[in-house]
């Protein structure tokens, strides 16, 4: 794993840790479940040249860890973020999410509109016709339950990194299954992850038409489920032809130029 300039905050009983790097409006970029800052590295790099880019591990995840409360809710997500980026003086922010951290990102903007200046949502989840990824359908089944918590084969990361990706499968090497395995593999995140694949979730996408702020929609063309484009008021929808679920790391150099555009475009029209 490559050495980092990791910091760590004090946020709902826990250490939220993230990277922050550059200098202008404040970004926030929130990784996808089973993943952690990592997966925004590349996106962060190009971005922080004009932004100032934090990337927190969300709880449960990465080095941040499992919650001491296990309250895994999607609104408690958002919350926590909301205090996170309190803790670090920042009052407004654009926050942009991939997969989970679509689904955290578009309910902070319901309830926080006034934090959030601009949102981008990746290949966001929340809308219940979803299809569930194998990791959690696995993590749901009551008989694997006990044993997840206690143990992951890295083959099984690998698997689910490669049913994860589209047309740039080689981005699934070594170097990144090492990466997430041993993030994964961190004391209390396997029993997070369980916990977080078994809670209750309950259903806002009606709500998501009252989302308010300007919104950009990043989708890859084969993932199902999306309809954020339709429902959010004005939002502007861009479609990547071949790509899969992790489009930060499948192609950053598009993901960051559709975001740069974006807020380059509404930070003018403010």
Same mark, same amino acid.
């Given at each position: 794993?490559k050495s980092t300039h990791i ?158 990706? =589209?047309?740039? *499968? %080689?981005? $699934? @090497?070594? #170097?990144?299954? /090492?990466?997430?395995?041993?993030? +994964?593999?961190? !004391? =209390?995140?396997? *029993? %997070?992850? $369980? @916990?977080? #694949?078994?809670? /209750?979730?309950?259903?806002?996408? +009606?709500?998501? !038409? ?61």
């Amino acid at each position: 794993m490559k050495s980092t300039h990791i910091q760590s905050v004090s946020v709902d009983g826990l250490r939220v840790h993230y990277e922050r790097a550059g200098q202008g409006p404040a970004v926030v970029l929130l990784h996808g479940s089973g993943s952690s800052l990592e997966g925004f590295e590349r996106v962060a790099a190009l971005l922080s040249t004009s932004y100032d880019v934090i990337r927190p591990d969300l709880p449960g995840f990465g080095r941040t860890g499992p919650r001491p409360d296990r309250d895994y809710r999607v609104r408690t997500y958002a919350g926590t973020i909301a205090r996170f980026m309190t803790a670090l003086r920042v009052p407004h922010f654009a926050v942009a999410g991939n997969s989970l951290g679509g689904n955290i990102a578009w309910n902070l903007a319901l309830d926080a509109p006034e934090r959030v200046d601009a949102l981008v949502l990746v290949n966001a989840t929340g809308y219940p016709e979803k299809t569930v990824p194998a990791g959690l359908r696995l993590a749901r089944n009551p008989l694997l339950r006990p044993l997840l918590r206690r143990w992951l084969p890295r083959g099984a990361t690998e698997r689910g990194l490669r049913e994860a990706v =589209g047309a740039n *499968s %080689a981005i $699934v @090497d070594d #170097a990144m299954v /090492d990466r997430v395995h041993a993030l +994964t593999s961190r !004391p =209390g995140n396997r *029993s %997070a992850f $369980v @916990d977080f #694949a078994n809670t /209750d979730q309950p259903d806002r996408s +009606t709500e998501i !038409p009252k989302i308010s702020v300007p919104t950009l929609v990043l989708r890859s063309a084969g993932v199902d489920g999306q309809h954020f484009a339709r429902d959010i008021p004005g939002a502007v929808e861009r479609v990547h032809a071949d790509g899969g679920h992790l489009l930060p790391e499948e192609d950053p150099d598009w993901v960051a130029g559709a975001i740069a555009e974006f807020l380059s475009r509404h930070e003018e029209r403010r």
